[in-house]
Each structure stands twice: as C-alpha cells, then as structure tokens.
C-alpha cells in the first residue's frame, strides 16, 4: 500500500484480533481516564461516529469543546475478498487518541490545537461540521482570506498562499 510517499508491506493493526467493540469501550475508558466530560458512539448504516466533549483553557477563559471523529472504513483483501476491516479501523483510532492526548497531558502540545480540525460547531446555513470540513472547502475552493477576522491579516495569507501544486 502506498499513502503520499510512505510504502507500506502491511498496514499497521492489519491482522488485530482486538474486536472493533472492545476497541471502541477502550477508547470511552481512554477518554474517561483523560477527563472527557461526555462521550457518546453513533453507528449508522454500519459506520461509527465518536464525538467527545472536553474542557480547556484557551486565552484564561474555559471552555468546553465537542470532538468529532468517524473512524475511516479500511478495506483490506483477505482470501481475494475485499471488505472493511472495522478491528483495524478502531485500533488506528485508538493509538491516534492515545497518542494525542498523551502529548497534550506532557504539555507538547494544547488540545484545542491538537484536535482543531475535529472541533464540532455550528456552521452558516444551520447544520454541524468541523473546524477541519471549513478549512477544507476553503482551501478547496481558495477562500482562506474570508476565514480571517479583519483586513489587517489578509496581507499575512492570500489565496495564493492555499493553492494546490499538482505535481
């Protein structure tokens, strides 16, 4: 497999025996130990959706900030057959979680920046998104100067800036 510039024999968790069901109460167990203050799993048509809710200290005032993440539908090919693997999916976002928290919990990084483009809110026409599904169609459709707060920053970061360099 290859993802970017990364060329994998194998995928990591590619052949866990941790059931995707014990992964996902490890996960709560995981956040609950990190102090989460809400944790809630959605399925829906076979795909997962975990959305968490943290506190954090951003600028001397605390806040409490919704997590979103939906586990990616991995397909692997066993005996020429190629299905979702739901075990390796959930392993993947459990050692991702653990990971980020445990840099958060040393100070390396802060949470509102480690998990930013997973902050759920309200966007314009009424629905919920992530801060990551804005700066994804901004970048995509190059209007990152119209997420900036005042003119003063636009000279900081132009379109041309975001513009994609297909190789």
């Known amino acids: 497999m290859t993802f970017g510039r990364i060329t994998l024999k194998r995928l990591p968790y590619e052949g866990t025996v941790i059931d995707a069901d014990k992964t996902q109460a490890e996960i709560s167990t995981l956040l609950d130990k990190y102090g989460a203050i809400g944790v809630q799993w959605t399925t829906l048509r076979g795909n997962r959706k975990l959305e968490f809710i943290i506190e954090v200290e951003v600028k001397g005032i605390q806040r409490e900030l919704a997590i979103i993440y939906e586990p990616p539908p991995i397909e692997v090919k066993r005996k020429g057959v190629r299905s979702v693997d739901w075990n390796l999916s959930m392993r993947l976002l459990y050692w991702h979680l653990k990971s980020k928290l445990e840099a958060i ?47 003063s920053n636009k000279e900081r970061l132009t379109d041309a800036d975001a513009r994609v360099i297909e190789q």
């Open 105 to 151: 919990s040393y100070g390396l990084v802060s949470a509102e920046r480690e998990f930013s483009s997973n902050i759920k809110m309200r966007l314009p026409g009424g629905q919920t998104g992530t801060v990551g599904d804005i700066l994804e169609s901004a970048i995509a459709n190059e209007k990152l100067d119209n997420l900036l707060p005042d003119e």
